[in-house]
């Protein structure tokens, strides 16, 4: 009989964390090795428990799940990064795969598909569901904001006006506005208020 797979949950709900560990439990071909609540622990726990498969929530503390993500595929390549989250938009999904995850679950998924998952990173296949997929797809068509359209766009989302955020950028208002126009072109959307729901809706922005 094989080894069995070792994983390493994390998040920073404790009872998730322990729902998880459960569900896994009753396999013997699974073993959850360690746990973590953070994106230090989570390097830390890789390094001294050496995971072949890590389920990553996308909020965690100290730098979130994507950079937990890349950081962990940087340092040891050979562990699978499998992500559990309740977060959908298109964005969310984009930066996660482009940072190294071999999968993306949304949680309440059943045990049943939660270990196939594993399973199948494990063997070094990727798990994506059909409606994950799709948005990944979406956001694939949609262009790269630039990192100073996404500077305005966050400080739209805020509420800003353009006078704010050209003084908080240090940049002039007719930047501010040129940069708008961009993103705006970019996202699809004719004013600030649309910009600003299509950026929560595809995971740009969070609130």
């Not at 990064?81 to 059943?110: F, M, N, P, W």
């Not at 072109?185 to 600030?192: E, F, H, I, N, S």
Request: glycine share 8%; proline share 4%.
């Amino acid at each position: 009989m094989s080894d069995p797979i070792r994983i390493l949950i994390v998040d920073d709900h404790l009872a998730l964390r322990i729902g998880l560990t459960a569900m896994l439990a009753p396999h013997p071909h699974l073993k959850v090795v360690g746990e973590a609540g953070d994106n230090a622990s989570a390097l830390a726990a890789c390094a001294t428990l050496a995971p072949a498969v890590v389920l990553m929530d996308l909020r965690i503390p100290g730098g979130g799940g994507v950079d937990a993500t890349l950081a962990i595929r940087q340092r040891w390549p050979a562990t699978r990064v499998l992500i559990v989250t309740t977060y959908d938009g298109d964005e969310d999904i984009h930066r996660a795969i482009q940072a190294g995850a071999s999968g993306y679950l949304l949680k309440g998924l059943s045990s049943a598909e939660l270990i196939r998952a594993i399973e199948a990173i494990h063997r070094g296949e990727t798990v994506m569901p059909p409606n994950v997929a799709a948005r990944f797809r979406q956001r694939e068509l949609r262009k790269d904001l630039s990192p100073r359209e996404l500077e305005v766009l966050s400080l739209m989302v805020d509420g800003r006006s353009n006078k704010e955020i050209a003084e908080q950028l240090s940049i002039g208002e007719e930047s501010v506005k040129s940069h708008s126009k961009a993103l705006f072109q970019k996202l699809g959307v004719a004013d600030r208020t649309q910009a600003a729901i299509e950026a929560i809706r595809h995971g740009i922005v969070h609130l």
